[in-house]
Structure formats: C-alpha cells, structure tokens
C-alpha cells in the first residue's frame, strides 16, 4: 500500500521555465516531508524538506508547499536549468512508530535546453 | 570530508551465494538504514539500527540480515533466502531520530 505517491512518472520543462513536482499522501500522521534528486546510479541528494507545521518553504530556486487538508505537497522549481534533469523523490515522516521514511515512486523531470 | 560510502558500486554473484554490501560513514550518525530500489519504484526499507548492537526489520526484511558492531559500520548480507536479490540497494544514516537522511552512492547488484 503506497502511502507516498508521486503519479507523474515524468516531466519535461523548457529551461528557464518553473518545474512543479507533486506529491501526495494518504497518512494523516505524517508530519515531515523531505523531496530528494537522484541522478542515475548515484544515492538520492537531500534537497529541501517542510514540516506540517508550515504551509511553505523556500531555499534558492526550490520551494515547496505544503496542503495539509488536501494530503498534497508540491516542489517548484524556478528558473529550471538543465542540471536540474534528475529523478526526484518525495518522502514523507511519521512523528509515531518506526524511525523511518516513506517514499514515492519518483518523478523523472527532463530540462531541455 | 565527512560522507557514506557504499562499496563496490557493482556487485554480481553467482545465484545460491550469500553476499555482502558495505556501508561505512564518518559523519557520527547514530541511526543508519538501508534501502532497495527496484525499477520505477520508490525506495524500500530493508533494516535500520539507531544506536549500536540494535537494529529492527524494514519493510522488506526478509532474505536479508545485518549486523551493527560499530557506530560507523552498517553491512547487509544479502542471502540466498533472496528470491529477487538484483536490486540498486542504498545505504543512510542520519542524527539520531532526525529526520532527514543522507544517503551513500548505492551498490549495484546483479545476481547471475
């Protein structure tokens, strides 16, 4: 049962333009979120994360957004450049049980210059 | 320069042979894990251990052991109990129950 679920395997986005990964839940329990990059063969890089006490984090380009009543979190990506082409994950924390993390599938966004 | 390594990045064996993944960091972490990634899949908890000499079953434990003998030091053995062991398997570690981790550079295997 996938608690975590990013349901766009794949993005493309014209450099420059905002990149927006969605992500959602279904665990009301989850009260950190965390979006990492992966390039291939390589071990997923942590990127930004939001607690459910926020509805908004910012760093540099990257930005994510937290909607608690719609279980729904998106990052957005503004200007997206070509080095951004990764597989990003979306992961979700419970504050209750097993000092572990939920993933999604993944959403592989593709920058074209 | 504090980091997870994981090694080899490539791994095969031979089907029926127990193997094992190395994961060692240097960043004092107390809590460490591993995960599986399989093709078009998020990542799947095998075994985490947050301090020494204790660790507990992730999601998919099973046909795999571990073992906790030094802060620094996470290896997984994968077994021939494995039924489907070729995988992209990932090591982390983070601050005691924080909650971001930080991962190493993955191991490859591929059972022949």
């Known amino acids: 049962d996938q608690q975590v679920k990013q349901n766009s395997p794949s993005l493309s986005v014209q450099e420059g333009r905002i990149s927006i990964l969605n992500c959602d839940y279904t665990?009301?329990?989850?009260?950190?979120f965390l979006w990492y990059k992966k390039y291939p063969a390589e071990g997923p890089t942590f990127l930004i994360s939001?607690?459910?006490?926020?509805d908004k984090n910012e760093d540099g380009r990257f930005t994510v957004f937290l909607n608690k009543s719609a279980k729904h979190l998106s990052l957005h990506i503004v200007p997206s450049q070509p080095g951004d082409s990764a597989v990003y994950f979306c992961a979700a924390y419970a504050r209750s049980g097993a000092n572990n993390l939920f993933f999604g599938t993944g959403t592989r966004l593709t920058v074209i210059p | 320069d504090g980091g997870i390594t994981q090694s080899p990045k490539y791994l095969f064996r031979k089907e029926g042979q127990n193997v094992t993944l190395s994961c060692e960091q240097n960043?004092?972490?107390?809590?460490m894990y591993w995960y599986r990634q399989d093709p078009g899949q998020g990542l799947r908890l095998i075994y985490y251990s947050q301090i020494v000499n204790d660790f507990q079953k992730g999601d998919i434990a099973e046909g795999y052991s571990v073992s906790r003998e030094k802060k620094e030091s996470f290896p997984l053995t994968v077994t021939s109990a494995q039924k489907n062991p070729t995988a992209f398997y990932l090591c982390a570690s983070s601050i005691g129950t924080a909650r971001t981790q930080y991962f190493g550079p993955g191991t490859r295997l591929t059972v022949l």
């Open positions: 939001i607690s459910s006490i926020k």
């Open positions: 960043l004092n972490h107390d809590a």
């Open positions: 665990n009301s329990m989850f009260d950190y």
